[in-house]
């Protein structure tokens, strides 16, 4: 299987900030990575696919990048809606395994 | 509207069954693959089953593999998730979700609300 691991766990940061997050893929996935967006009590959503195509409707301060088994996700600056916990997915192969989440607090 | 509503979830003894289902509206159903991801309390996401928008391939994680059948009605725009032999570790919240890509390379679009699984004695 292929593993997903999201650097760092945790994140402060305040309104406003840039930020970014990290995902590594124990193996080459090509570009076949989403991330996806979850607040608190809601399921969650798709934020960007084939590691940097911005799904429709998601605000441009997202943006995505890398290829092969490192990855990047960025948030421009910071808005309070922005205040969610973030996830990598590979679907390269199954299983379709998630990183473990980033948790992005207000500071 | 673009939807899904999952269906069925609630308290299980360990070693019982139970069915979900995923009411989806809004789109061609019968077109797309579609998902059952789960998510234990406090806990990550864990991808669970597929099967392909034809209903001919399914996919299962090693951790529900032989236990649990993903299958579809597109007569009724419905998904569906038997779950057998249950166990305290599947204790979580099930979400169905919508699967967009390339043939295999799926990643989910459209998420539903989820139903939430207890097992416990």
């Known amino acids: 299987d292929i593993q997903m691991t999201q650097s760092p766990s945790s994140l402060s940061a305040s309104v406003g900030d840039r930020v970014t997050v990290t995902c590594r893929a124990s193996?080459?996935?090509?570009?076949?990575l989403a991330w996806y967006q979850q607040t608190p009590g809601k399921a969650p959503k798709l934020l960007m696919y084939?590691?940097?195509t911005l799904e429709s409707g998601v605000p441009s301060r997202f943006s995505g990048s890398g290829s092969g088994t490192e990855f990047t996700l960025t948030i421009s600056s910071l808005q309070p809606d922005d205040f969610a916990t973030y996830y990598c997915?590979?679907?390269?192969?199954?299983?379709?395994?998630f990183g473990q989440g980033t948790k992005l607090e207000i500071k | 509207e673009v939807q899904l509503l999952e269906s069925g979830g609630g308290l299980v003894q360990p070693g019982g069954s139970l069915r979900l289902s995923c009411a989806a509206s809004g789109f061609p159903f019968s077109t797309y693959a579609m998902t059952w991801v789960r998510q234990a309390p406090g806990k990550g996401l864990e991808w669970v089953s597929i099967i392909s928008g034809s209903g001919t391939s399914t996919y299962y994680a090693d951790s529900v593999k032989g236990r649990f059948t993903i299958s579809r009605d597109t007569s009724k725009n419905t998904l569906y998730l038997q779950m057998s032999s249950l166990r305290a570790e599947d204790t979580a919240l099930y979400y169905c979700?919508?699967?967009?890509?390339?043939?295999?390379?799926?990643?989910?679009?459209?998420w539903g609300r989820g139903t939430l699984v207890t097992v416990s004695s």
């Open positions: 193996q080459s996935i090509s570009s076949w």
């Open positions: 084939e590691a940097s």
């Open positions: 997915q590979q679907y390269k192969t199954n299983p379709y395994t």
């Open positions: 979700a919508k699967s967009s890509g390339n043939y295999f390379h799926w990643y989910f679009d459209l």
